[in-house]
């Protein structure tokens, strides 16, 4: 019977032991492994969009080779008031040729937009011949790229611009277009390539989009220029029947 009861009490001492010997090593474990919530905290803090991180991601494009940047004040239009806002970039004058400086600004104009860069609602892109500006904005970056080609001087200019947008324009809610906005579109656009605006204008709230009158004639038609949110424009003929 003693021996029975000593083989238990062994048996007992062994297990006890074993289990605390794991439970040592799962506490060391946990020691040195990153708290699943810091970790997360950690991958965030990478993926916050910066200015000096939009700029190095598109150095290689615009083909930047020095080691400052270019500072100049970007001029950002809001509902109410203009902002100078401290900008820093890349600055080109007409040292590499005009169409080497047109290629840079194309290149950069679909990385922005494919990195995820809309327009901004008052700052309207304008557009003319050989004169190109864009305001794009994404998570708190603003960014300005243009194009300036002078006929008199024969020369060409380009730059981007970025900056930290402050506050009050990241916070602040969208309104629909306005017509005057709608209307500054659709006049550096192709819509007026073959006739002006006419001053009658419908706000479609379903389709939240603007359709401004043209004055083109074309027989059975009534053609308007139709501008979006995305600020895309297009000509909607609104022919009946059949049109010669």
Do not use: Q
């Amino acid at each position: 019977m003693a021996v029975i009861i000593t083989a238990i009490i062994v048996t007992a001492i062994i297990i006890i032991s074993s289990l605390l010997k794991k439970e040592e090593a799962t506490t060391k474990t946990s020691d040195l492994s990153v708290p699943e919530e810091e970790s997360s905290e950690i991958s965030k803090d990478k993926e916050v969009l910066t200015v000096d991180s939009v700029l190095e991601d598109i150095k290689p494009i615009a083909g930047w080779e020095m080691d400052e940047y270019s500072r100049a004040t970007i001029l950002w239009n809001t509902e109410d008031e203009e902002l100078p806002l401290e900008g820093k970039g890349y600055l080109f004058g007409d040292v590499i040729g005009s169409e080497d400086l047109r290629e840079k600004h194309d290149a950069l104009k679909v990385f922005l937009r494919d990195a995820g860069f809309e327009h901004d609602r008052y700052n309207v892109a304008s557009s003319a011949p050989g004169d190109e500006r864009s305001i794009l904005k994404l998570d708190g970056i603003g960014c300005e790229l243009y194009i300036r080609e002078d006929d008199r001087k024969a020369s060409t200019d380009m730059g981007i611009l970025c900056t930290k947008l402050p506050k009050e324009v990241v916070e602040r809610e969208p309104e629909p277009m306005s017509e005057k906005i709608a209307r500054s579109i659709a006049e550096t656009s192709s819509c007026v390539k073959d006739g002006p605006l006419k001053d009658k204008a419908i706000y479609n709230e379903n389709s939240k989009t603007w359709w401004i009158d043209l004055d083109i004639e074309k027989p059975g038609c009534n053609p308007a220029c139709v501008i979006y949110e995305d600020e895309t424009v297009e000509i909607n003929w609104r022919c009946t029947g059949l049109t010669p």
